[in-house]
């Protein structure tokens, strides 16, 4: 299985953006779920949004809705997280998986595959 590699992270302060890429590679971009997950300390790994490659379809989690925005680029293979107004509750490290089999993208982490070493993103008050 190949990684997904993310990257784009940094601190900013609360108010500020964001903008987080996900390169994947051919085989795990197509007709696929291309999703973002966080994760702090302690833990588990949170649903941030996900893309339907296919159709360009997105779901996010609610916590997120009318700040974050993902999309994606058909000819790079490449997945983007565009985070705007962010807050210190979305600090963590974000990752980027694949998950294959569902068109209907799930926000749990079970289903995906391609677990990269993740970005940190730090939002200060």
């Known amino acids: 299985q190949e990684h997904l590699v993310a990257s784009g992270g940094g601190s900013v302060q609360a108010g500020g953006s964001l903008r987080l890429s996900c390169q994947a590679s051919?085989?795990?971009?197509?007709?696929?779920?291309i999703g973002w997950f966080r994760q702090t300390p302690g833990n588990e790994r949170e649903g941030v949004a996900a893309?339907?490659?296919?159709?360009?379809?997105?779901f996010y989690a609610d916590s997120v809705k009318g700040r974050f925005a993902i999309s994606r680029d058909m000819w790079k293979n490449m997945v983007f997280l565009q985070m705007n107004d962010l807050k210190p509750e979305d600090t963590g490290v974000y990752y980027c998986?694949?998950?294959?089999?569902?068109?209907?993208?799930?926000?749990?982490?079970?289903?995906?595959?391609?677990w990269g070493p993740g970005t940190q993103v730090t939002v200060s008050s």
């Open positions: 998986a694949s998950d294959p089999r569902n068109f209907i993208c799930p926000m749990s982490d079970r289903p995906y595959k391609g």
């Open positions: 051919e085989n795990n971009f197509r007709t696929s779920c």
């Open positions: 893309v339907y490659t296919g159709s360009g379809e997105t």
